[in-house]
């Protein structure tokens, strides 16, 4: 007969997973059904724009964020109901992809309007400027009887 040695301690029992990403799940557990409608929203604008003749080149963006919104809704359901672990880092993944994607938008946007800004205030402070002035005014009828 084997007696166990005086250092052996058995493995403390493993933690119940399902319940901790239930737990680490649960702020924004509630907001599933919101992120499936913007999703969808999402996506309708981006077909609705890309019926557009210029908006087909850059309908894939609305669309792919709105898939990416609607997985995350979905995925965020299974880890709040059955406390899927990897419906949870799938979730949160979706998520990373949507946040970088809007602030790499958001940072066009800036740098876009920061040019038409330039354009319509620098440029005709230095003399350039895209209408012909002096040949709208030398059209201008001298005389109003």
């Known amino acids: 007969m084997a007696y166990p040695t005086p250092n052996y301690a058995p493995p403390p029992p493993a933690a119940d997973e399902s319940r901790m990403v239930r737990e680490v799940s649960a702020p924004i557990y509630p907001a599933r059904g919101w992120l499936k409608f913007l999703g969808v929203l999402s996506i309708i604008g981006g077909v609705g724009q890309a019926l557009t003749i210029v908006g087909i080149l850059f309908a ?8 990416l919104m609607f997985q995350a809704g979905s995925s965020i359901d299974s880890a709040g109901q059955f406390g899927d672990k990897f419906a949870f880092l799938r979730s949160m993944g979706s998520l990373k992809t949507y ?9 066009i946007g ?21 209408i012909p002035w002096q040949q709208v005014i030398n059209n201008i009828p001298s005389t109003y009887y």
């Open 60 to 67: 894939w963006l609305p669309i792919w964020m709105g898939i």
């Open 99 to 107: 946040f970088v994607l809007q602030g790499v938008l958001t940072l």
């Open 110 to 130: 800036i740098f876009m309007a920061l040019a038409m800004l330039c354009i319509l205030f620098v440029l005709p402070l230095l003399g350039l400027t895209l």
